[in-house]
C-alpha cells in the first residue's frame, strides 16, 4: 500500500522568507505525487503534480516541488512567503498506470505567515 | 457553473434527522468520490464511484449511504448520524485513464450533529 508522510503538522514563517514543506512518500514503485492547497472553510485545490516527466516541477502561485527518488521525497518549497499562503497543505501519492485514480493523503501541513 | 459545487454549505442536524448531501460536477469526469475531513485527522476517503459505479467502500458505517444516479451527481444520504459524524465533507471527481492528473474538490459541507 502507498503512503505519504508530512513532518511537521505547523510551519511558521515570515513574511519573505522560505517556505518548505516536507513530504516522504512509500511505494515499491515510483507513484504519481501531488500538492494540494485548504484555505480555510474551502475544499482542496491542486497546487501541482508530478506524473513521471521532469523532476522539478512548477505549480501555481510560485510553489515548486522537487522528486527525489534516492530519497522518496517530494518537497514543496516557495522562494518567498506571501500573507495570502498562509493555508493547510496536503501531499498526496497514486499509483501509476489505469490504477492510478486513487489518492491518499497526508496528514496535512498548516503554514503561518507572520509580517 | 464550472468546476465542483457541493449544497449545502453547511448544515446542522439532530441524530434522528434525515438529511442529504448534494455534489454535482461540470467537468466531464468520470469518477465521484467522498472524503471526511475531521479535525486534528487526515483525509478519509469514504466512497468511489467509478463510471457510475460504487468501486470503493472503506468500511464506512450503513448511516452513511451513498448514490450517484449519473456520472454528474453524487449525494450522500445521512440518517441517525452521531456527533462523532460532525467533519467538513469533501467531494471530488476526476477522469479516470491512464494518467493521473488529479482531482477537483468542491468547497465541502460542514456539518454538525446536535
Known amino acids: 500500500a502507498q503512503s505519504v508522510t508530512q513532518l511537521g503538522s505547523h510551519v511558521s514563517v515570515s513574511e519573505g522568507a522560505l517556505v518548505l514543506l516536507r513530504c516522504n512518500y512509500s511505494s515499491s514503485v515510483p507513484p504519481y505525487l501531488f500538492w494540494y492547497v485548504q484555505y480555510p472553510n474551502q475544499g482542496l485545490q491542486l497546487l501541482l503534480k508530478?506524473?513521471?516527466?521532469?523532476?522539478l516541477v512548477k505549480g501555481i502561485n510560485g510553489f515548486e516541488a522537487e522528486f527525489k527518488k534516492s530519497e522518496t521525497s517530494f518537497h514543496l518549497t516557495k522562494p518567498s512567503a506571501h500573507m495570502s499562503d498562509a493555508a493547510e497543505y496536503f501531499c498526496a501519492v497514486s499509483p501509476t498506470g489505469a490504477a492510478g485514480n486513487k489518492l491518499t493523503f497526508g496528514g496535512g501541513t498548516r503554514v503561518l505567515v507572520k509580517p | 457553473e464550472t468546476g465542483v459545487t457541493q449544497t449545502p454549505r453547511h448544515l446542522v442536524m439532530g441524530m434522528t434527522n434525515k438529511k442529504s448531501l448534494k455534489c454535482e460536477q461540470h467537468l466531464g469526469h468520470n469518477a465521484m468520490y467522498w472524503y471526511k475531513q475531521s479535525a486534528k485527522k487526515p483525509l478519509e476517503l469514504m466512497f468511489v464511484?467509478?463510471?457510475?459505479?460504487?468501486?470503493e467502500n472503506n468500511s464506512v458505517p450503513s448511516r452513511f449511504s451513498p448514490e450517484c444516479p449519473n456520472s454528474s451527481h453524487l449525494f450522500l444520504h445521512l440518517h441517525t448520524l452521531q456527533p462523532e459524524d460532525s467533519a467538513l465533507y469533501l467531494c471530488?471527481?476526476?477522469?479516470?485513464?491512464?494518467?493521473?492528473?488529479?482531482?477537483?474538490f468542491g468547497s465541502g459541507t460542514r456539518l454538525t450533529v446536535v
Open positions: 464511484y467509478s463510471l457510475e459505479e460504487r468501486v
Open positions: 508530478y506524473t513521471s516527466a521532469a523532476t
Open positions: 471530488a471527481s476526476s477522469q479516470v485513464s491512464q494518467g493521473n492528473y488529479g482531482y477537483t
